[in-house]
């Protein structure tokens, strides 16, 4: 997985701190955005393969930046996996309805967390989702 890009968007800094850490020690290029707006701004010049999207965001929610990022031809095939702390009954299927690939509940398992990520990245590389 050597230098493959991914964006982190998740409002949390300890989040976004330990994803980076665990996903670079691996060998991702990782960015990281705390909100949409800034989310938009890092992909006018960084293509991720693959974004972990929190649901709950300040101001524009990961869901309808989901919705947003599958409506642009520029964006549309990047890979989205829904990172959310409030895990309720129906989040993965409104996750999946709005684009993403697929779910991860926080706290992540540091241990199985880089699996995971190399599964969607492998996924995506086909085309197809988990």
């Known amino acids: 997985m050597s230098g493959e890009p991914?964006?982190?968007v998740d409002d949390n800094p300890v989040n976004s701190k330990l994803i980076k850490v665990l996903l670079?020690?691996?060998?991702?290029e990782v960015?990281?955005?705390t909100n949409a707006e800034e989310a938009l701004g890092v992909l006018d010049t960084f293509h991720p393969r693959?974004?972990?999207m929190d649901l709950q965001l300040p101001g524009m929610d990961g869901l309808t930046l989901t919705r947003q990022l599958k409506s642009n031809p520029v964006t549309r095939d990047i890979t989205v996996v829904a990172l959310t702390a409030y895990a309720m009954k129906g989040d993965d299927e409104?996750?999946?309805?709005s684009g993403c690939s697929g779910?991860?509940?926080k706290p992540i398992d540091v241990r199985s967390f880089p699996i995971e990520i190399a599964?969607?990245?492998?996924?995506?590389?086909?085309?197809?989702s988990r």
């Open 6 to 8: 991914l964006l982190v």
């Open 24 to 28: 670079s020690t691996e060998g991702y």
């Open 31 to 33: 960015r990281v955005a």
């Open 50 to 52: 693959l974004i972990l």
């Open 94 to 97: 409104r996750a999946r309805a």
């Open 103 to 105: 779910y991860i509940t």
């Open 119 to 128: 599964r969607y990245m492998e996924s995506s590389k086909s085309g197809s």
